[in-house]
């Protein structure tokens, strides 16, 4: 028997393989970083790097990586520094996630949250004014005409004008009879009778707590059981630059902290007593003779728990240091061909930056607000994708033509490969390889 031909029923098209294998470059060891240049920085035996003592600020500049080909493409930029930047959302546990190379914080217990960061009102879903990022959903509204997407500590902040305020509402979870922390930053452009956040009823003798400023600089925490309860400081709150503001409750103590230090505790003073009436406000004292910050808040933080000194020194330090990224990308082999692209401050790790070209370096800025505290690089890690994608393109027959009972068909395609890696091209006809 003559074996025949077998004859060819198919839709032809071309498809294209293309395997690019992505190569990474890795610090994390002295050796790593000390291929690069430190300025008023040192890499750390405890294995990171951080500013010179006393120095408020200086840079860390990486060596010039080599991709291998001149449209490597740089990809995923990623690191891991201390704990920088805005406070978790959703309440999640950074210690048992490992977020940050040190300064996690446990999230459990947050029940109001704050960023602050709205471009303008009606923004956050139910057309209210401040989203509530605790998880809790109290969201905000505002009263007044307070001035949205105003420079802050972290990122945005509204600006209070003496006359403005957030209602964060009534719920459940913001009546705290035990153990309690505020925390918020405050840039103040004159010092007014007012409250950074008071959980009262507005006309009455009745709050649950809340941080003052009684118009003269002495701040206030205070509550009603009986009567007025306080712990109290003078010469607390100042104008002109950001402070951070924070106080705790915990079995009759007080402690109010400004800037991560203890300014003044006090012991053996009655529970917290919560009241239905009580609505949570931001910028505004509700009780006696009521009154309105005139200034700048960001990143408002609310607990049903007492955090440690150290846990408020690291929330004031995710505010007080920033790590602000700088990435080149070069053609000549000592990137004097580039200028620097400034990603900005307190990025989100990683950062996607579809970059092309053969040479790259990066550079952190150093910074910090108090010379006690640095910040902290761990590692680096970049990916690359050191091959050229080819262009293939089928000539003939047409893309997507159909032959019907045909002996062959003859397939032509153009092919261009800048860097001549290996590659397969793969012809498919009704979805089967030919």
């Known amino acids: 028997m003559k074996k025949q031909t077998p004859l060819i029923t198919a839709l032809i098209f071309l498809s294209l393989i293309v395997i690019v294998a992505a190569s990474t470059f890795i610090y994390n060891s002295q050796s790593n970083f000390d291929s690069g240049a ?6 750390n035996s405890s294995g990171f790097v951080q500013l010179n003592s006393s120095r408020l600020n200086g840079t860390y500049t990486s060596q010039i990586f080599n991709g291998g080909v001149i449209y490597a493409l740089w990809d995923n930029f990623s690191w891991t520094s201390n704990a920088i930047g805005e406070l978790s959302n959703n309440q999640i546990d950074e210690i048992t996630s490992r977020t940050f190379g040190s300064g996690n914080m446990n999230m459990t217990g947050n029940v109001l949250l704050m960023h602050f960061n709205e471009p303008s009102a009606n923004t956050v879903p139910g057309s209210r004014d401040a989203e509530d990022f ?10 007044g005409a307070i001035t949205y997407n105003a420079v802050g500590k972290l990122n945005s902040a509204f600006d209070f004008d003496g006359t403005d305020e957030i209602s964060a509402g009534s719920g459940a979870n913001l009546d705290i009879v035990n153990n309690l922390t505020i925390s918020g930053w405050v840039y103040l452009d004159t010092i007014s009778f007012g409250a950074l956040v008071d959980m009262a009823w507005e006309g009455f003798s009745i709050e649950n707590y809340a941080l003052i400023s009684d118009g003269t600089g002495t701040v206030y925490f205070q509550w009603y059981n009986g009567g007025f309860q306080f712990c109290s400081s003078a010469g607390y709150w100042t104008t002109g630059g950001w402070m951070h503001a924070a106080a705790t409750y915990r079995d009759g103590t007080v402690t109010i902290y400004k800037n991560g230090v203890q300014i003044i505790q006090c012991t053996g003073k009655p529970a917290l007593v919560i009241d239905i009436g009580n609505i949570l406000k931001i910028g505004r004292y509700q009780v ?8 700048r808040i960001d990143e408002v933080a609310i607990w049903n728990k007492s955090l440690s000194a150290t846990e408020i020194i690291d929330v004031y330090k995710r505010g007080a240091l920033k790590l602000n990224l700088s990435v080149q990308s070069c053609s000549s082999a000592d990137c004097s061909d580039a200028t620097w692209n400034n990603l900005g401050s307190n990025l989100t790790s990683p950062q996607k930056l579809n970059l092309t070209s053969q040479y790259f370096r990066f550079k952190y800025d150093f910074l910090t607000d108090d ?9 680096v890690s970049i990916d690359y994708i050191p091959n050229s ?8 027959p047409q893309n997507n033509s159909y032959f019907n009972n045909q002996n062959s068909v003859l397939l032509n395609a153009s092919i261009y490969d800048l860097d001549l890696n290996d590659l397969t091209v793969r012809f498919y006809g009704d979805g089967d390889l030919i």
């Open 38 to 43: 430190y300025n008023w920085t040192f890499y």
């Open 288 to 295: 006696g003779s009521t009154g309105n910050f005139d200034g």
């Open 371 to 379: 010379a006690s505290y640095t910040p902290e690089l761990y590692n």
């Open 389 to 396: 994608i080819p262009t293939v393109n089928l000539t003939s």
């Open 134 to 143: 605790s998880g809790d959903g109290n969201h905000g509204d505002e009263s």
